[in-house]
């Protein structure tokens, strides 16, 4: 079964600190994307990576980045954790040719 | 600036009912759309798609049509099951400017036994 796995089902974390969330996908796989999602707003493309390390701004760029160091390998690092940084994170997959995303369960992130 | 918009954020559908989800686009170069379904606490799971060389395709119980003049995509579920509860959420994208998809914002659908 193929498959997305991130790292954290659930994080707290404190104002500031820096926070890395990680996700792998067994597909082998090109493309790998980081959405946040939010009530109200749907999902939102962070960042995303065509090849291993490439690397392009979503639309929300901002207090986020992100590493591709193995092609299976996507991480999310927010610098300085703030509380609007709260939010689902999902991560998600795709092959150049084949439609559509795998997407990991997503990780709850509590900044305090 | 939102390019795929589901205007109703909630829906109810009594069980054995149809229930029909909307969803809008501004781009008309759009042309492959999905369907996902996300449980609480889960992550998206495909549903359904369709590609703009097709007005309508059938799974089971899932039916995705596609208006392109219009812009407007719905998903329809019959009949609803219980089960069926979760958000939906339609995606867009433009194939040959890569595999990036745009979201719609969600509609929480509740089916009531």
């Known amino acids: 079964d193929v498959k997305v796995t991130q790292s954290s089902r659930y994080l707290v974390k404190r104002t500031g600190e820096k926070v890395f969330l990680e996700c792998v996908q067994d597909m082998d796989h090109e493309n790998m994307f980081w959405y946040r999602q939010d009530p109200g707003l749907g999902l939102r493309l962070i960042y995303f990576s065509y090849d291993v390390k490439m690397k392009e701004k979503g639309d929300i760029p901002e207090g986020y980045s992100v590493s591709r160091e193995k092609k299976e390998r996507f991480s999310l690092i927010l610098e300085s954790a703030s509380t609007n940084q709260t939010s689902m994170y999902l991560c998600?997959?795709?092959?150049?040719?084949?439609?559509?995303?795998?997407f990991g369960s997503g990780t709850r992130l509590t900044v305090v | 600036d939102q390019q795929v918009k589901q205007n109703s954020p909630s829906l109810s559908v009594q069980e054995g009912r149809i229930s029909i989800l909307n969803c809008d686009y501004t781009?008309?170069?759009?042309?492959?759309f999905l369907w996902y379904k996300k449980y609480p606490a889960e992550g998206p799971t495909f549903l359904i798609s369709?590609?703009?060389?097709?007005d309508k395709n059938e799974d089971g119980r899932f039916t995705v049509f596609l208006n392109k003049s219009a812009k407007h995509l719905s998903l329809h579920i019959v009949p609803s099951q219980p089960g069926d509860s979760a958000v939906y959420f339609c995606?867009?994208?433009?194939?040959?400017?890569?595999?990036?998809?745009?979201f719609g914002t969600g509609t929480s659908l509740t089916v009531i036994p």
């Open positions: 781009n008309s170069m759009f042309d492959y």
């Open positions: 995606a867009a994208r433009v194939s040959n400017t890569g595999n990036q998809f745009y």
């Open positions: 998600a997959s795709s092959s150049h040719l084949l439609g559509g995303y795998t």
């Open positions: 369709i590609s703009s060389i097709k």
